[in-house]
């Protein structure tokens, strides 16, 4: 049973362009969830989807973010124009409906650096 | 008032002591609680839920849970240096979402 896998694991970016992150989440796994994390904090959502469908997004989530997980199964997490508070550890997790307390799993993360 | 609010430490404790890490949260209608562990660096690692009342057991570690008090614990047993990290604390809402909010985390220290 592999774990969610997340790609790239670092991404060094000049302020203005824009980056794509992957995330494959557990295989059987039908929820998966968005969360960005700075130095000190506990990780903040960002946005989740059951199956393809985007059932929540943070007011984290500005027009500059968009994720999608257009056939249930992988996701991608884009920022356009980026800025340097955009800097942070980007999470994804995922988790089963068919788990009592829907537990959530994280990948490794992305490491985003905008200089 | 923080939705979920942790000590953010450091907590120092010798090897071999026990460790207390204590969480407090403001839903109080909150149902599902867990404790994840995040060395320096790494992403979170989940290490115990906890959805009942009471104290739940794996191993070395033992979490509590308190809803009247609003309070969820976790006690580490025979600390090792290895269990120095961050420990975060998350808690889902009770509006039926998908989000998980997190503590800031405390910071634990165990000395050889």
């Known amino acids: 049973d592999t774990g969610v896998s997340q790609n790239p694991r670092h991404k060094i970016t000049k302020r203005g362009q824009n980056v794509t992150f992957r995330c494959d989440p557990i295989s059987e796994h039908n929820r998966l969830y968005w969360y960005r994390q700075t130095l000190g904090q506990g990780p903040e959502f960002l946005t989740y989807?059951?199956?393809?469908?985007?059932?929540?997004k943070s007011r984290l989530l500005s027009d500059r973010f968009s994720a999608e997980r257009p056939k249930g199964s992988f996701s991608t997490l884009e920022i356009q124009r980026t800025e340097q508070g955009d800097s942070a550890m980007y999470l994804c997790?995922?988790?089963?409906?068919?788990?009592?307390?829907?537990?959530?799993?994280f990948g490794p993360g992305t490491r985003l650096t905008v200089t | 008032q923080k939705e979920v609010e942790q000590n953010s430490g450091p907590l120092s404790v010798p090897e071999g002591a026990i460790a207390s890490l204590n969480c407090t949260y403001s839903?109080?209608?909150?149902?599902?609680f867990f404790w994840y562990r995040q060395y320096s660096g790494k992403s979170p690692e989940l290490i115990m839920f906890?959805?009942?009342?009471g104290d739940k057991e794996d191993g070395r570690f033992t979490a509590q849970l308190n809803k009247a008090s609003q309070y969820v614990s976790l006690l580490i047993r025979d600390s090792q240096p290895s269990d120095s990290a961050t420990y975060l604390c998350?808690?889902?809402?009770?509006?039926?979402?998908?989000?998980?909010?997190f503590g800031q985390g405390t910071t634990l220290q165990v000395k050889p």
């Open positions: 989807f059951q199956n393809e469908a985007q059932l929540e």
């Open positions: 997790a995922s988790s089963s409906e068919l788990a009592f307390t829907y537990e959530q799993y």
């Open positions: 998350a808690v889902y809402g009770s509006s039926n979402t998908g989000k998980l909010i």
């Open positions: 906890i959805y009942s009342n």
């Open positions: 839903d109080r209608g909150s149902q599902s």
